[in-house]
Structure formats: C-alpha cells, structure tokens
C-alpha cells in the first residue's frame, strides 16, 4: 500500500488544476491518467477559442492543455500515465492498473474525481433502421481526425447541434469532407452562437431545427438516411420526411459524467447532473472525497473547469492537513421556476467557505430559452440578489455569486419573466 | 448592396443587416453597439485565425497548427491548401513556425502541440 495525501483521478483539465493547486498546500499529490499524456480530451481540441476567462488570451485547446501540463510535470505532483482507477473504496483506497506497475493499491487522505464526461452514444436514442458502419459520435471521430489524420468519410449529416457536433462540421469541412447539414431535434441549437456562425454559417452549412433523423439506411457502410421535422411534442411529421444520401453520420447528442467508479461506495448523486451532490468546497457526501469538472456537471467553457479544479483541489489538500473542520449542517440550494440545476447543491451552515472573498459562486443552467428575464435568488423569503439578462439559453453556463453574510438558510434560485414595457 | 449576419457578441444572437448606399453603410436589427461594430467588420473585412491538422513523418500522426494573426476569410482555403501539403519532422515543439508569412498574409503557420519530444502517440 502506497499512502498520498491527495489522489486525483484524471489528469483533464480539471485534474491538472486539481494538482497544481492542492500541491501549494505543502502536501503529497498523486495524478492518475488513463491516457499516456496529460491533457484529457483537450489533447483533440485543435481550435481556438480557450482560455480567454483564464489566460486573458485566446487558445486553441491544446495550448491550453499544455500550458497545465508544463506546470504539474515540473511540479512535484506524482503523475501516473497509462493508469486506470478500478476501484475505490469509501475508506479512501484505491486500485489501479497501471502499464508499467501492474496493480497498486493506494491510500489517500483525500481524493479528488476528475474523470470527464463521455460521449451518449447512438444506443441512447435509439434510432431505427440499419446498424451499418459510418455512425460515429463526434468527439470519436474528432480523436481520429485531429490525432490520428483520418477523415470518418466523405458526405456526411451530423444530429445534434450541440458544440462538438458544430466544431466537427467545421474540422470535417477543413480536411476535405462535405458536411450536408446539422439535423437539431430541439427548436434552439444547443452551441454557442459563435460556433453557429464560424463553424455552420462560414462554411454554408444549414441547421435544421425541430428536424430528426428517422432511420439510417445502409447494409455494411451508411448509405442515407431518412429526415423528417417534428411537432412540439417531438412527434415526426410524416409527409416532411426525406432521404439524404450520406456515408456517415456523427452524433452531437449529449455527454454523461462518468462517474462509475463511485456509484457503489455510497456518494449521493444529482439525477439531472449525473455527477456527485457538493457542497460549495466541492466535496460529496462522503468526507475527503471531492468532484469537480467534467465528472460533477458538463461545462462549456474549460476555464469554469480549471477553476472548480483548483477549488476542489485546493480543499482537498486542507482536508489532508485537517485543517479544515466542516460541521454536518449544510443548507440547500433549490433550483425553482425555470432552473433546471444549480451546483453546488449544499452550503456549509456553520462555517460558510466560499472562495475566501466573502461570497460563494453559484453555477446553474435554465431549463429552456428566457428572453426579457431576471434570475432571482431567495433566502428565508428574502430577495438576496436579482440580475436581469436579455437572454437565458439552457447551451450557457450562468452564474451569479452570493455574499456569505446573505446565506442564513436554505436557497432558492429562479427565472423571473419581467414585464414588457 | 444588402447583407445579413447573426451577431456573435453575446447569446441572443441579433439578426443583423447592413445596409450600404449613398449616405455610407447603416446596421439594423442590433440591439447594441458591439452588435453594429461587428456587422461592419463582417461586412468590411471578417477575418478569422484558422486552425488545421499537418501531416508528419510518423505514420498516423498529425500536428496541429494555427495562423498567429487574423486572417482574410476569403483566403482560408488558400490557408488550408498550404498546411495540406506540408509534412513535419517530429520532434516538434508548440509555438514552433512551419510556414512564414503564409500567402502573403503577414501570419505564420505555428505548431499548437508539442509532439515527440514528450512521447509519441
């Protein structure tokens, strides 16, 4: 048994940050990587457009990466390349299967999830017709295409508008292949504006709104497939139904924090997050064990997931020292009225940490598009903040930061229609 | 002349139009200031930093890259036609300039990963 203060698990950007930040507090840190490089699913991100929050300039992901990946390697943080977490215990033990070691086991003090997201794959919707080859998910055929220089094919319609379907049809569009259009079941695209324009509007791509794909045709390689518009209750329309021929489909259809490494060892979950339930030090219902990025709610900007890293990372170490005793008694935070969740979802009652400066930064994601709208949050009936905004759209991460000394009870946090004027 | 663009500056994604005649060129649609300076800018001279994959020594290996400064939209293709016959030696390291002043357009092509010297994938 090896002992560390610290072991986090994932060497993401929310891992990286997680290390760099806990060895600052003088304490032994162990960094866990599947992959054999640090970088996570950075190391496939070629564009631009990451780390204006947090460098003040604009990078394309894997400078980004690199960036944190220079810092931990010359840092003391122990890094394990090419290693898989196949256990964990509620007593903080781990198991891992690393290439070169063989089976180790490990104690932490504490332990740090930063494992990701991953991709919903075509089984989660379930799409009708042939099982043939050519139906990638879009972060798959991203791995192949900016690692390892293979194009997924040559005519293709990507489901889903999310940001990694929208990035592809510009990558895919780049490297020679013919992107037909994005299909969106939804009325409203699930991307960034900015990605809509430079990805889908420069390259002439069309989106289809409240359009789905049917079923996929084709015997051993995609041939077409069939599109058809739907109705508000997601209906298919019939008579809009149409055939497009195509070699490959790419999916852009969600992502799932994957969090199976936890699921037996008792760590309360969110059910619409599908990551742990936190307090605002980013720790689980289990003590010393903390979650942040990818793994805890699925971010869009990396500079939100670096700074939770560093959060997590920099309690985790406090809680290695026992420097930092944390009462039972926690509020809620309650997602009300167009909320879908806020995170976290607990505040410590008796000693409120926030971020050191007095407040405590709630993150949450509305439940559809609000124009001419207010967030408001309550506390004992009280109104403790209200923020006006144009727009809410569920593909933006908000937030808003409260001041401790409002902090006196349970929270409630909504989306106010304000009147027209 | 008449041309329309959905406003990138924030989510509510303002369908803008520019207008251009005798009395010079109008904006409408937008709902700020930021939104009218990027519908001129679109209209004037949109540019763009292009990001690309270039092909190495190793078999199944590509470096990413990128322009160093904005570039002409109309000229990304011409971009992408450079970066797609280039065929780099690794080692590389990130910040590393593969292509000069790319088709005259005052931007270099640079390596945005270091590849080889840390390990090979």
Known sequence: MIDFDVVIIGGGPAGMAAALSAIKQDVSVLLIERDKRLGGVLQQCVHNGFGLHYFNEELTGTEYAERFEQSVLSSSVKVMLDSFVIDIKADKTLTVMSAEEGIVHISAKSIVLAMGCRERPAGAIAIAGDRPCGVWTAGFAQKLCNIKGKLVGKRIVILGSGDIGLIMARRMTYSGAKVLMVCEIMPYSGGLKRNIVQCLEDNDIPLYLSTTITDIVGKKRVEGVHIAQVDSKMNVIESTKRYIECDSVLLSIGLIPENELIRDIGVEM?????????????QTSISGIYSCGNVLHVHDLVDNVSR???????????????????????????????????LPQLINAENIVGDGSGTVKLFFRVGGVYSNS?????????????????VFSPGEMESVVLKTKDITGDIYIGIENLPHN | MKKEYTCIMCPMGCSLTVTEGKSGIAVSGNSCRR???????????????????AFTDVVNCVVPVKTDALIPKGKITDVLAVVSQLKISLPISLGQVVVSNVC??????????????????
């Open chain 1, 270 to 282: 969110s059910r619409i997050t599908q990551g742990a339930v936190v307090d605002e030090t980013r």
């Open chain 1, 308 to 342: 939770e890293g560093e959060l997590a990372g920099y309690h985790a170490a406090l809680y290695a020292k026992s420097s930092e005793p944390l009462g039972n008694k926690k509020y809620k935070v309650i997602a009300s009225e167009g909320v879908r969740y806020a």
């Open chain 1, 374 to 390: 207010a967030v408001v949050v309550k506390c004992e009936g009280r109104e403790i903040l209200r923020r006006p905004k144009p």
């Open chain 2, 35 to 53: 939104g009218a300076e990027y519908a001129i800018q679109e209209y004037k001279d949109p540019k763009r930093i292009v990001t690309a994959l």
């Open chain 2, 104 to 121: 005259d357009l005052g931007a270099n092509i640079i390596v945005t990963r270091t590849l080889g010297a840390i390990g090979k994938r």
